[in-house]
Every structure is written in C-alpha cells, then in structure tokens.
C-alpha cells in the first residue's frame, strides 16, 4: 500500500512538473554583442537602452509604434513656456519593494544629467526638477523646449534610496571586473526583474509579479546571449536552441527564407551608418612629428567623401539591403529633407585632384576604427573602403574590434581617441535636433553638447541654429533651421554619410508575437510565445 502511494505521489509530481514545462513561455534570443552595462544612465548604445527598458520606467514609454505612452508618469502638460508638469503614478513600487515618488524622479533626472552620464543628452535642456508632492513634479526647462516628451522616453527613473545605500549616486564607467554597483545590478520599476547576468555569455529576466501594469506578452522568462560569430548565430536558430536571432547576414537571408519553421522579418531602419574625421588635432594621430592635419581641410574632407563609390557597397557587400544616403538623417526622422539626400558624385579621380590641391599628392596615412559586431556587415563596409581610398593614395590601417573597445576608442571619456570612425546613429527622439545636438553641433562637456561628435567638427552658425532649433515651437519656422543648418554640414563634408541599413530579424515559429520597430529595439514586453 507504502508503494502505491508512494508511486501515485510520484506521478502526481511528475505530471505537475510536466503541466508547469508545458506551460513555460521562455524567449530566447540573441544579436552579435552583449549590452554594454545596467547603470540606467550609462552607454547610450540601441541594444544595451532596450534591455533597460525592460527593467527601469522613465516617466513616458515610447511603444513599439514610436508611440508615446504614460508610464511612470500618467498625464503631463506645459503649463509655461519653460514648465512641464507631471502627475506621478501612485501604487509603483521598486523591485526591492521601495515605493516609487517625486523623490526618485528629481533625484534620477538629477543623476541623468551628471557630466558622466552617456544619456544626458536627453535631459540637458533640463534646469531643474521640483517636488510639488509625492505625485506631483514640475520640470523647468532652461529655454523653451518643444520636444521634452519626445527625450523623456529615455531618462529611466532609479531608487533615490537605494542609489544612496549603494554608493551609487553618480554614473561611472569603470573598467571590466571595477565597475560601479548600478552597472552590475539592477533595481528598477519595470515588468521584467533581472535573475542572472554573465558578461558576455547571459542575461536572464523573469516577470515582475509585482508590476503596476497589465502584461501584454504571456512570458515566463527571457534568455538573452550575445554570439559573437553569425554562422554560429544562424545554427541556434535553425536548430531551435534559440527562438530569434538580429541581425540575420544578407547571405544568409534567402537560406532563411527557405527554411522550415523560420521566417525573416524585414523592414527600414531610421539609424544612418556614417564616417567621420578627426577635424580637431593641429596633428593628425597617425602623422607624428609633421604637425599636420589633413582633415582640417574641407577639400580633403570632399576627397574621402567622393572616393567611396557607395553603390558598390550598395551593391556588393550590403547585396541591396541598405538605402545610400547624403544626409545624417533618415526618412521617417522630423526634419528630413529630400533635396538634401541626393550624395555628391563618386569621383575618385576628382577625389585625387582635390587631396594634390590640398598639398598632398601622394596621399597620408590614417588608421579607420570600425566596429565588427555593431551594425550590419560593419567591418566588411571598413573592409571594402580601404581599397577605395588606397585608390587616391590613402594608406589605410583597418582597426575593426568589438563593439565596446570601439564606442570606448571613439567615446568623449577617452577623450576620441580616434583619426577616423564608423559610427551609427538613431535619433531617439526621431527628430533632427537629436542627430545635430549629438553628433554635428560643438562638443561642449560643461553644456552637454556634441557628446557624440568624435571628430569634433565645429562650426558657430550650425551651433547658433541648433540652439534656435532646440527652442523653436513653430513647426515650419524650426523646420527651415534644421534645413540650413543640415545643408552647412553637408557643404562643410563635416561627416560621411553611407546608408540606412535595413532590418532582418530570423524569428521560429514558436514565436507568436514579435513587434519590428524602425530602431530595431527587440521590447520584449510585447512577445508572445505559442
């Protein structure tokens, strides 16, 4: 009787178990590199934001739409030109158990615009944050800003207390193994918490049971793995050890097609793929001891630009999956202009007559940093440019590396320690402002101002214009600015332009849901498994 018992016990518990498997709902996925951190306010990098928008809430969430929606906050409305004021909402607690209140905003808003912080652009029009009560703030901006909501979405909102129990209170960038506790854990608001990261091999998230929200996804957990190799990437998918891979290799798209239980999701990317040039240093990096600059020449500058014969890179190493663009921004970005998109003509021997009238006839040397894990076919687009300018009599060292030793090569804290750069940018507001405030305008530490702007290129009437920009409540007035201002860039060759890059994400079909936005965010919040 001992034994029967024992034995229905024991099937009873099976089937449970069996019961439970059956009705996990995990998501795996994985794309070429790890995120770059946890700190909230840390590296403002397109896979390491989506991952934090799966743990911390700003006070508006921008949807899988680029819609906006309440979040922590409920309503907001501007009251005055410089006043935005925002009702809170009651009932959110920390995944530590910690209520949430203005207390925490005012502190994150605070925290987000520290010199250090790589999402401050986000918040620098911000003068100070005030507590009209525990629901209520009132945000005063230092001159008119008509695209707060549209920044807001990506100041995500920390723990005041537990920030000050960590010792925590100020994003810092360490090195691998020294970093600071919030770019290790996490303690946010939002509808997944963190239950296990391994650097470079895992990040695992469960559901917040305790979320304020209604789940729109019917997930148990999620498993996120960066792999490095995209063969390797293309083999988990298709043997079902993951269930969604990004990007998918162009040549490895129609094999995907083809293939039983997979399909590929396509579609356009707002993120422009451009070059830049160190047009800051009296002496180029790369040109010890001559005390020269050739980047601070715009006849160089043109040079580089019409040496690159973008349709071949159209045509063969991005197999006509990008759009060639002579413009920093995309279709779909506020402030686009279609006049303006039109590249300079691919003229390598014009490209030649420009660099001898420059004075350098036989060419210099210079060493491009270029990520090999970031965008698509990143270091195949270095890898086909350096024989283009070799062709005009540019030695050309390729520097290709991981996406983090890049952004860290290239990046404000290293003081841009680089002569000439791959970068990729996504207005994260989806506005000019963002492309010009980042990546064009004067780097300004102290202002917050060109963050992003490697190669320091500067000029006074594109900073007078994109001040004006910043302030400009009428939509037309404010759209001629960002037309000039993007038109004097264009004409300085301040930047290369290359493409848009399209999107390819490998998807199983165990997948019932998987939103596509345009910033080719994966926001898990929106999955659903069958």
């Known amino acids: ?37 946890l700190d909230p306010h840390l590296n403002n990098e397109g896979p390491t934001n989506a991952m934090k928008n799966n743990l911390y809430e700003a006070l508006i969430f921008r949807d899988h739409e680029l819609k906006l929606r309440p979040s922590l906050a409920t309503e907001w409305k501007q009251t005055a030109p410089t006043v935005w004021r925002f009702a809170l909402r009651k009932g959110v607690k920390f995944h530590d158990g910690t209520p949430f209140t203005a207390d925490d905003v005012v502190f994150s808003l605070k925290r987000n615009n520290h010199e250090q912080s790589g999402m401050r652009t986000y918040s620098a029009s911000i003068a100070e944050v005030k507590k009209i009560d525990d629901h209520t703030v009132e945000i005063i901006t230092k001159s008119p800003n008509p695209i707060l909501d549209q920044n807001l979405p990506a100041v995500f909102i920390m723990s005041k207390a537990w920030a000050e129990k960590n010792n925590t209170t100020t994003p810092v960038q360490g090195i691998v193994g020294n970093e600071s506790y919030a770019n290790t854990h996490i303690n946010g608001t939002g509808p997944f918490r963190l239950l296990d990261r391994v650097p470079d091999t895992r990040t695992v998230l469960v559901p ?13 957990r999620v498993e996120f793995r960066p792999i490095a190799n995209s063969a390797t990437r293309v083999a988990a998918l298709l043997s079902g050890e993951i269930d969604m891979m990004f990007p998918v290799p162009l040549q490895d798209v129609p094999r995907l097609k083809r293939s039983a239980g997979v399909k590929v999701l396509e579609g356009p990317e707002l993120r422009t793929v451009f070059l830049g040039m160190d047009q800051w240093r009296d002496e180029l990096k790369d040109m010890p001891g001559t005390g020269k600059n050739p ?3 715009v006849r160089v500058r043109r040079a580089f630009y019409q040496a690159i014969d973008i349709q071949a890179i159209h045509r063969v190493v991005m197999r006509g999956a990008s759009t060639p663009t002579g413009l920093m921004i995309a279709p779909g970005i506020n402030g686009f202009a279609k006049d303006l998109n039109d590249r300079y003509p691919y003229d390598p021997d014009g490209a030649k007559k420009l660099l001898a009238e420059a004075g350098y006839p036989q060419g210099f040397p210079v ?11 990143d ?17 050309i060292k390729l520097n290709a590396q991981t996406k983090s030793k890049h ?19 996504t207005p994260g507001t989806y506005d000019a402002h963002n492309m010009l405030h980042n990546i ?11 963050s992003n702007n490697s190669g320091r290129y500067s000029n006074p009437k594109v900073d007078e214009l994109a001040r004006m920009i910043g302030s400009e409540s009428d939509r037309e007035k404010r759209n001629k600015m960002i037309h000039e201002a993007m038109k004097i860039h264009k004409e300085d060759f301040g930047h290369i ?10 998807v199983r079909d165990t997948v019932a849901n998987l939103p596509q936005p345009p910033n080719d965010a994966v926001i898990v919040r929106f999955v659903k498994m069958k």
């Open 1 to 37: 009787m001992m034994i029967r018992r024992l034995l229905l016990t024991t099937a009873v518990g099976m089937a449970l178990v069996a019961s439970a498997a059956a009705d996990a709902k995990v998501f795996r996925f994985s794309t070429s590199g790890d995120i770059n951190g």
């Open 208 to 220: 917040n049971k305790d979320w304020w929200g209604k789940a729109e996804h019917n997930l148990t």
């Open 295 to 297: 980047f601070k020449d």
């Open 367 to 377: 060493t491009l940093d270029c990520p090999n894990d970031r965008y698509v076919n």
């Open 379 to 395: 270091e195949a687009i270095c890898q086909a440019i350096v024989p283009m300018l070799a062709r005009i009599g540019i030695n």
């Open 407 to 425: 952004f860290d090569k290239i990046g404000s804290r290293s003081g841009n320690d680089t002569s000439f750069y791959m970068l990729g940018w």
């Open 440 to 450: 064009i305008v004067t780097r300004d530490q102290k202002a917050g101002t060109g």
């Open 497 to 506: 332009p290359l493409h848009q890059q399209a999107l390819a994400w490998g």
